[in-house]
């Protein structure tokens, strides 16, 4: 697949990039491999500069970067904004609290010194999506290079540019070898660049089919692997819930990023009691949200990223009316320019429909009643993914209960949509994948954590 950037509002080729060939790749590999070399020899104050070197840079760059996702992705500027100072966050916390979590850890045994240290493995290939072509590789990139790791990046096929930016951002760091390093690789050689001597481990943000293919070649090459793959999170909306917050949460954690995101809430189940308050509110709405040039800043949803994307959602909202599901917004492609699709929220939904038992990436909502909380944990629970997952109640205890004990998932938020959090660590189980990104559990992922006993 080349890469070429293409807007997904005009629908014009920006720019394309020929894709690099094997003997390119090598190169860059030897390349990575030295930088690593000589990054791992540096202090941790010395890679702390490194990472607040690299958010000065995104803050200074701020409107051009946000601009570049938003040509190239269609995503809201407001919300590109958004992301890009997400990333400085990111980097200023792995900066400030780095060092205390590759501190190593003592443990009293018989031994006149013993304890746990932890040593960067080397050069890290990461393959990321286009959904958030800044944050996905930074929220990674971030504890994995301030342990001493150095990156490759493959970033999307229809993202070149943003992750040309991105190196250039990290050039920022100002040190005479760069700490991530583009390769536009087709997808016929990630088996063998994941292969490769030089390649000490490997982190995938995308799709399950992709993750297990990701995680059969790793496991062959006994290399550590990271997977966050697809996800259906499940908001439970108990009949206690303050309506208004549950609503406007759905909304905004249903449609963020044009409901292109693994953590969007993609299942709605809602307590009977209150379920056509719900549905008539949320269509409401859904309703007032601005969908037009993601460039203006009015913008609430842009245009799909790219139009097989588009066609793919459609196919699942028609095949879903088609078994019987109510539409109450939207559901139709609109004429003309752009990859758009509206709000769609739909009703009368069977667990057997595609808009319920797959993953809807864009702006689609169904609903779903239920008589219990019993019953709307067994509905959540019942899907194949288990990235995220939301209760709405007024009960803490409660809902805190269900969110820690009885809802699968690798992320559990009550009265709030799911969000990611550098403090926090992030990832899923089941289909969803395995392994954490960020938090002290992230930046332990990629790390040799080596036992030194002293007799």
């Not at 990575?32 to 500069?49: I, V």
């Not at 190593?104 to 890290?124: D, K, M, N």
Request: glycine share 6%; net charge negative.
């Amino acid at each position: 697949m080349p890469f070429i950037s293409r807007n997904p509002f005009t629908e014009e080729v920006i720019r394309e990039f020929p894709s690099h060939d094997w003997d390119s790749i090598e190169a860059r590999l030897a390349t990575a491999r030295l930088s690593f070399l000589r990054w791992r020899e540096t202090t941790l104050a010395e890679r702390a500069r490194a990472l607040n070197a690299i958010a000065d840079y995104l803050l200074e760059n701020r409107d051009e970067l946000a601009t570049l996702i938003t040509q190239e992705m269609g995503k809201p500027i407001r919300q590109s904004r958004a992301e890009i100072e997400k990333c400085a966050r990111g980097l200023r916390y792995f900066a400030e609290n780095g060092a205390e979590m590759l501190k190593p850890i003592e443990v009293a045994t018989e031994a006149r010194r013993s304890y746990v240290a932890f040593q960067p493995l080397g050069v890290l290939l990461a393959i990321m999506p286009w959904n958030f072509p800044f944050w996905q590789v930074v929220r990674f990139a971030a504890p994995a290079i301030m342990a001493g790791n150095v990156v490759m990046l493959k970033p999307a096929p229809n993202t070149p540019m943003c992750a040309l930016a991105l190196a250039e951002a990290f050039d920022a760091a100002e040190f005479d070898f760069p700490l991530l390093y583009p390769v536009f690789a087709e997808v016929e050689l990630i088996p063998d660049l994941i292969r490769h001597p030089a390649i000490a481990g490997v982190t995938l943000t995308g799709s399950t089919r992709a993750g297990r293919e990701v995680a059969k070649i790793a496991g062959e090459a006994l290399k550590k692997c990271v997977l966050e793959l697809g996800g259906s999170d499940a908001a439970i909306v108990l009949p206690d819930a303050n309506l208004e917050n549950a609503v406007t949460q759905c909304v905004q954690g249903r449609y963020q990023n044009s409901g292109q995101s693994c953590i969007a809430i993609k299942r709605i189940i809602v307590d009977s009691l209150i379920y056509d308050e719900f549905v008539e509110r949320f269509v409401e709405q859904s309703r007032a949200l601005q969908v037009g040039d993601p460039m203006d800043e009015a913008t609430d949803i842009g245009p799909i990223a790219r139009d097989d994307l588009r066609e793919n959602l459609h196919r699942q909202v028609r095949e879903s009316t088609e078994m019987g599901a109510v539409v109450h917004l939207g559901g139709t492609i609109p004429e003309g320019r752009g990859y758009f699709y509206p709000p769609t929220v739909l009703t009368n939904i069977s667990p057997e429909m595609p808009v319920w038992k797959e993953e809807t990436f864009g702006p689609v909502a169904p609903i779903y009643p239920v008589n219990s909380r019993y019953e709307a944990v067994q509905v959540a629970n019942a899907s194949v993914y288990g990235l995220g997952a939301e209760v709405f109640t007024e009960n803490l205890r409660l809902g805190e209960e269900l969110a820690r004990d009885r809802l699968e998932a690798g992320n559990c938020f009550v009265n709030h949509y799911v969000f990611s959090d550098p403090r926090l660590p992030f990832g899923g189980i089941k289909q969803s994948g395995f392994g954490r990104e960020l938090g002290a559990f992230g930046i332990h992922e990629f790390v040799n954590i080596k036992t030194v006993y002293i007799a």
